[in-house]
């Protein structure tokens, strides 16, 4: 993985997204938690400045200007270096008590920078009314609310600025921790690129989304693995299966390109030309395999009566296994249709390989029964006999391409049969089942439901069943 930007990567750029949503809601909600505050400041600061004046007004009340006068002249000095102001003026403008001579100031609340006036630099907020026929002027210092204020605000900024550089010193922490993680995986993925299907991605206990990621692929890898394995394996087959009858075939013919008369070379023509079309059915077989397991068979699906297939395959092959001194039997349900759907030439094909591969693996005088019946909703169709059967081992094996239970290859066959009828159960959604019958093998194909989804679109994957 090339070492780009920190800022460039996923994990930094949604941390920088969460971090601006929360920014913006923080801010949000300090903005209406600092007007609130203000408000309130203000309000009490305004409750203050009325306090003040009533109280002068009780004065005034009881003992007229002289009483009003008096408890400004004793106020006032004691105030004033609490930063509150009065100024009691006469109907003429006279003024007859105060600490401060103020003429300007507007009715009601207003006002006074610490610029405006002589008196200490203190910021005043201001209450003027009428105190009977005179004019009275008060003032409370707010510097103390534009502190807390500017307390607030930069209580906010700094817890802004710490948010701000923890939420980036989290991204990177986490953008550089992402990144090695995402460095390891690279470095197996390259390994994987470069053969060795079998190394794995890491996945750690906590589970993630990457970890979720990381299974996903390894699952992917144990297929493309399997399927590798499985390349490989039909090539080594394929040319050990060829490599005989292509060898014989090449003896064959320089026999008959020597031989002194026609007569001499037809025999070993013949002989060739029998090769070349075993040669010709394998490859045919296999094309066909790879077709049917890609899924190209699924158009020519329709509804299918199971009893009339099984009554088609056991009229080709009853004379045939007659003549090899085998017997074969036909069991059916007897009443109604047993209906499936699926390729018609298909499923006969995979009939007929079953029943050709019970002739030629049991012994002369062996029972072959096929047979279909209906459990629980699903068509089961069965090709049993009472032959030596398959080893519980090999199950598994025979269904591969190529693949015999005998060695020596003495038999005759490609080692296809199974394999085709294991495609052929794939495409339809089937599940393959070979068992043991006590003796010999029977070969369960369990089909889905009519209602099923897979009885609608079945998908091609392997579907076996040992036992």
């Known amino acids: 993985m090339s070492q780009g930007s920190i800022a460039r ?28 505050v203000a408000s309130h ?18 004065a005034f009340d009881k003992r007229g200007l002289a009483g009003a006068s008096a408890m400004i002249e004793n106020h006032g000095p004691a105030i004033r270096g609490q930063e509150t102001i009065y100024s009691l003026r006469a109907p003429d403008g006279t003024l007859l008590a105060g600490n401060i001579d103020i003429t300007d100031a507007s009715p009601g609340f207003s006002t006074l920078d610490a610029s405006n006036h002589n008196a200490i630099p203190v ?50 922490f986490l953008a550089l921790r992402t990144r090695k993680r995402i460095a390891a995986l690279s470095a197996v993925m390259r390994e994987v690129a470069s053969g060795k299907l079998s190394t794995r991605l890491p996945v750690s206990s ?8 990381a299974e996903e692929v390894n699952v992917s890898l144990a297929y493309l693995e399997a399927s590798v394995n499985a390349m490989r394996q039909v090539t080594t087959d394929i040319a050990h299966d060829l490599k005989t009858p292509i060898s014989r075939l090449f003896l064959l013919l320089e026999a008959a390109a ?35 397991e890609a899924g ?71 029972q072959i029964e096929i047979g279909s019946e209906t459990q629980k909703g699903e068509v089961v169709v069965v090709v049993k006999d009472n032959g030596p059967g398959i080893p519980v081992e090999e199950r598994l094996n025979v269904l591969k391409r190529f693949y ?19 495609a052929i159960s794939d495409l339809h959604g089937a599940t393959l089942h070979l068992a043991d019958n006590k003796p010999g093998l029977a070969v369960h194909i369990r089909f889905p439901k009519p209602g099923d989804s897979l009885w609608k679109n079945p998908p091609a994957e392997v579907r076996y069943a040992g036992g």
Request: aromatic share 6%; hydrophobic share 45%.
């Open 9 to 36: 990567t996923t994990s930094f750029r949604l941390a920088i997204l969460y971090l601006a949503l929360f920014l913006v809601c923080y801010l949000g909600v300090n903005l209406v938690a600092y007007n609130m």
């Open 258 to 292: 020597q031989a002194s008369t026609l007569s001499a070379a037809h025999p070993l023509i013949q002989t060739a030309l029998t090769d070349i079309r075993a040669i010709t059915a394998t490859f045919d077989a296999l094309l066909r395999i790879s077709q049917i």
């Open 404 to 422: 015999r239970l005998d060695k020596s290859r003495r038999t005759e066959g490609s080692g296809l049969g199974l394999s085709m009828v294991k």
């Open 123 to 172: 910021n005043y907020r201001l209450y003027r009314n009428a105190l009977g026929p005179a004019e009275l002027i008060i003032g409370v210092s707010y510097d103390d609310t534009n502190s807390l204020r500017s307390i607030a605000l930069t209580s906010f900024g700094w817890a802004t600025a710490i948010l701000l550089a923890t939420g980036l010193g989290g991204g990177a």
């Open 296 to 366: 190209v068979q699924r158009q020519r699906f329709r509804r299918i009566n199971v009893n009339e297939l099984l009554q088609d395959v056991f009229e080709v092959y009853a004379d045939i296994a007659g003549n090899n001194d085998r017997h074969i039997r036909l069991a059916m349900e007897r009443g109604g249709q047993t209906m499936l759907r699926g390729d018609p030439d298909l499923l006969r094909q995979m009939l007929a390989n079953l029943v050709q591969n019970a002739i030629s693996h049991t012994p002369p005088g062996s």
């Open 41 to 58: 400041l203000s309000q009490r600061l305004d409750s203050h400045v009325m306090e003040r004046f009533r109280e002068i007004q009780t």
């Open 206 to 213: 906590r589970m993630d989304d990457i970890d979720a990621l």
